[in-house]
């Protein structure tokens, strides 16, 4: 019999309290078969308590999540014959090759030896580690873990796979080699949840994005949406010596209504702009002041802008 759903994953008002703390709080997400869905948030938001509760290692105290249109409290097993999760470290027996532990794996859930060297052989080769597959992983590097333990978590074919974080502490490169991995899931029609603090690695995977912040939901949509709603441009200016931030602020209300954006580094500000004119009338009248501007850019805006304007606690809104 076949079983209906409108989604791979859909939550609602999804909810935890660890005391008097509410780590995830009225969390609704509905996820497509076959979607690279990113979820995105700062340490503490709430990311890592999402996927616990998604993947039945955590109960809910409020709220409901369906798998394929199962409940993961009442269908518990069913859900976790349908999943796999891959958290930020390696779960690997380092003194066994990249092949033996994949063999292992399969054996473990019940193939033959046939059938277990078969599809260790056919992810080692898919996932580009053939000329390593018969060295210790110990041997192996961060990027080389990461894609051995994703295709570890794929052994039994998951409707839907967690990555948790996938590419902490990586290189670029080994960023890049694992993007590769998870575009190569897509092509099996595997649903991905994919949780980050890399927002260029969300900008190229994700087709769907949550940003979510204190364990809420606070913005929803494809990168380019997201992109969108903070502005056509983003001025970014670098100041030449410090300045107080509360001066800029009140010699811009003067004559704008803004957002503006303080970066980490103290020198560094930004402003979403509606227009491109604006971005002039905005240098002309810091400069007017005698702000020391070195430099300025006008951009078109990175998900790394929406995830300052809507996340940074130094955000200030500035009414006219």
Same mark, same amino acid.
């Given at each position: ?242 300045? %107080?931030?509360?001066? /800029?602020?009140? &010699?811009? @209300? =003067? +004559?704008?209504? #803004?957002?503006?954006?303080?970066? %980490?580094?103290?020198? /560094?500000?930004? &402003?979403? @702009? =509606? +227009?491109?004119? #604006? ?14 501007? =070195?430099?300025?850019? #006008? ?22």
């Amino acid at each position: 019999m076949t079983r209906e759903f409108d989604y791979a994953l859909e939550t609602k008002d999804l909810s935890k309290h660890f005391g008097d703390y509410t780590a995830v709080d009225k969390v609704n997400l509905k996820i497509q078969k076959g979607e690279i869905y990113g979820l995105l948030g700062p340490n503490g938001a709430g990311k890592t308590t999402v996927i616990n509760m998604l993947t039945t290692l955590l109960k809910p105290d409020e709220g409901t999540v369906l798998i394929q249109g199962l409940d993961v409290i009442k269908n518990s097993k069913d859900v976790r014959k349908m999943i796999s999760l891959t958290g930020q470290f390696a779960a690997l027996d380092e003194e066994l090759s990249g092949l033996q532990n994949l063999i292992l794996i399969a054996k473990l859930y019940g193939y033959s030896n046939k059938k277990s060297s078969s599809i260790a052989n056919e992810l080692i080769h898919s996932f580009d580690l053939s000329e390593a597959k018969n060295r210790k992983v110990t041997n192996y590097s961060g990027g080389m873990r990461r894609r051995l333990d994703i295709a570890a978590s794929i052994v039994t074919q998951p409707e839907i796979i967690f990555l948790d974080e996938p590419t902490t502490g990586l290189d670029p490169q080994s960023r890049m080699q694992v993007w590769e991995v998870v575009r190569t899931l897509l092509k099996s029609g595997t649903t991905v949840l994919l949780t980050t603090q890399y927002l260029e690695e969300a900008d190229q995977l994700a087709d769907q994005i949550a940003v979510i912040d204190k364990g809420t939901i606070i913005a929803e949509g494809t990168p380019n949406q997201l992109k969108a709603s903070i502005g056509e441009k983003t001025l970014s200016f670098r100041l030449s010596k410090s300045y %107080e931030p509360k001066k /800029i602020h009140e &010699i811009l @209300v =003067e +004559k704008h209504a #803004l957002k503006i954006i303080e970066d %980490e580094n103290p020198l /560094i500000f930004k &402003i979403p @702009v =509606e +227009k491109t004119r #604006l971005a002039n009338d905005i240098i002309d009248t810091l400069l007017n002041h005698a702000v020391p501007i =070195e430099d300025f850019t #006008l951009s078109d805006p990175s998900l790394d802008d929406v995830f300052l304007a809507l996340t940074t606690s130094k955000q200030e809104e500035v009414i006219q």
